[in-house]
């Protein structure tokens, strides 16, 4: 039916228009594809971000750190035990950035996505909880690799030598 209107408003009445439900349709689709790509596109920054300031806030504390460390191993204090404080540490600091991040979620959908819901029609809010378990194994991943490649570095100097270092 559709290509006989077409035919027909082409041929016969060029001065007539219709808007097919098929049409309609196609283009409410598109605008969720957009709403999707641009969450989507939105997360994946955010995300990144993320990661990027808890690699950041990690190293920052163990350069900062690196005389304290020299001292405590050089009272005894053993290259496994510092290791296992610090992946400690990071693992610390990674459940702490996940909770904070799935409090302000919270808060966000209930302030945020409510309001959406009764100013769009179409939109339903949705919990997912994949991206936030999936952060918090790249945080406990983060957590243990940055120490351990950290120790390994400064395992490259002596105790002494690290002790000697001026800030």
Request: aromatic fraction near 10%.
């Amino acid at each position: 039916m559709t290509e006989f209107l077409d035919k027909y408003i082409e041929n016969a009445d060029p001065d007539l228009d219709f808007e097919s439900k098929k049409g309609y349709s196609d283009q409410f689709q598109s605008f969720r594809r957009m709403f999707l790509l641009i969450g989507t596109s939105a997360s994946l920054v955010v995300a990144l971000v993320g990661m990027l300031n808890f690699v950041n806030a990690t190293v920052t504390g163990i350069r900062a750190r690196r005389r304290e460390m020299a001292v405590l191993q050089s009272i005894g204090m053993t290259g496994r035990q510092l290791k296992e404080m610090l992946i400690l540490e990071g693992c610390a600091y990674g459940i702490l950035a996940v909770l904070l991040s799935l409090a302000l979620s919270l808060l966000m959908q209930s302030l945020v996505l409510t309001q959406l819901e009764h100013l769009l029609w179409f939109f339903t809010a949705k919990w997912i909880w994949s991206p936030i378990l999936g952060m918090l194994l790249v945080f406990f991943v983060l957590g243990t690799l940055i120490p351990v490649l950290a120790c390994r570095m400064a395992e490259r100097q002596s105790v002494v030598e690290r002790l000697r270092e001026v800030e």
